[in-house]
């Protein structure tokens, strides 16, 4: 599991990231029937990526599946579903427009400075656990079959890096990447008002878990630091 988590959860990111990636399918469609296409794969990435993160959902897959294997487990599942978006979708024409020289330049800019914000965040984050390996580790160790995410995460709450500026700083640097690109085709754009729009709503609905777990304390950093658009000034450590 642990294997199968690494490579699909990393694998499939890689792939969704590559910009050159093979298309494993092609369809044929016309424009109208791509974007129908496009917008129905990124539909149930976001209901598998969604709908399996709710604390409800994982208190029943705990019934059938070891509790220390959840977060592997859903690294697989998305990884599935991120495949399945990144290896057949469809073009829907050709670009809306092409940037050159320095609107290009700023536009590859701000892709690598999310990426880098990216990166900074998951340092920051000492919790960060994308793959769901370190409760299964603590059980080979220990034999500890408790995931303790949430004592974990309200123990290393403290407020660093990019989290004094937006309260999720990984969707912020997404978000961004799905815009800058200098050939904005019209399956990328769906894709990039899809996607945002999904992310903010998600990170609303995440926001539950995070005050349930952690409670004034994060209904106080909710109060003093934006959501994704840093508009204040950074929040204090």
Known sequence: MMALAVVLGGGSMAYFAWAGRPRLLDLGLSPPAALAWNALLSGVFFAQHSVMVRRPVRARLATVIPARYDGAFYAVTSGLALLLVAGVLQPAGPPLFVLHALPRALVIAAALLAVA??????????TFDPFGLRPIRRHLRDGDASPSRSSD??????????????????????????????????????????????????????????????????RRYRERVPMLIPWRRSAER
Do not use: K, Q
């Open 117 to 126: 914000t990216f990166a900074w965040a998951i340092v920051v984050l000492r």
């Open 153 to 218: 995460d309200a123990r290393a709450f403290v407020i660093r890096g990019p989290y004094r500026w937006v309260r999720h700083p990984l969707y912020s640097a997404i978000i961004v990447l799905l815009w800058a690109d200098p050939s904005m085709a019209p399956a990328r754009l769906e894709l990039a008002l899809l996607w945002t729009a999904w992310i903010a709503v998600g990170a609303r609905l995440e926001e539950h878990d995070l005050v349930a777990n952690l409670g004034d304390a994060y």
